[in-house]
């Protein structure tokens, strides 16, 4: 079983920028891919930005290309989101989440997920 818990939400003006950070912890975890989702109220589940467990691919969508930046560290079990730039439409929950395919990362419903973070953008 793996743990993620993500922390660093919080409320931020327009413009702002704040850091996700999200820790994994249980099984031996290693070569797991991880990444970030958000929903937002009324809204679908966003994937938002993912990475492989080399760090050598990375995926955002198209709404957070060049202000988001995803980051891993494989020794402290740990992956950061960079959020530059923030605008209120970036407000949601933001999930971090796990699994051991990265194709699955990118295209199904990872298998482990976290309680969720709330970053709220005032304008």
């Known amino acids: 079983q793996v743990q993620l818990v993500e922390s660093g939400g919080g409320l931020v003006q327009a413009g702002g920028s704040l850091r996700l950070s999200c820790a994994a912890s249980?099984?031996?975890?290693?070569?797991?891919?991880m990444g970030w989702f958000r929903q937002a109220p009324g809204k679908e589940r966003e994937r938002v930005a993912t990475?492989?467990?080399?760090?050598?691919?990375?995926y955002y969508a198209d709404s957070v290309k060049g202000r988001f930046t995803i980051s891993g560290d494989n020794a402290k079990n740990t992956v950061v989101l960079l959020m530059n730039s923030l605008r209120p439409e970036d407000t949601a929950a933001y999930y971090c989440?796990?699994?051991?395919?990265?194709?699955?990362?990118?295209?199904?419903?990872?298998?482990?997920w976290g309680q969720g973070t709330q970053v709220t953008v005032s304008s």
């Open positions: 990475i492989n467990w080399t760090g050598s691919s990375t």
């Open positions: 249980g099984r031996t975890f290693t070569n797991y891919a």
């Open positions: 989440a796990a699994d051991s395919s990265y194709d699955h990362m990118l295209y199904g419903v990872p298998r482990y």
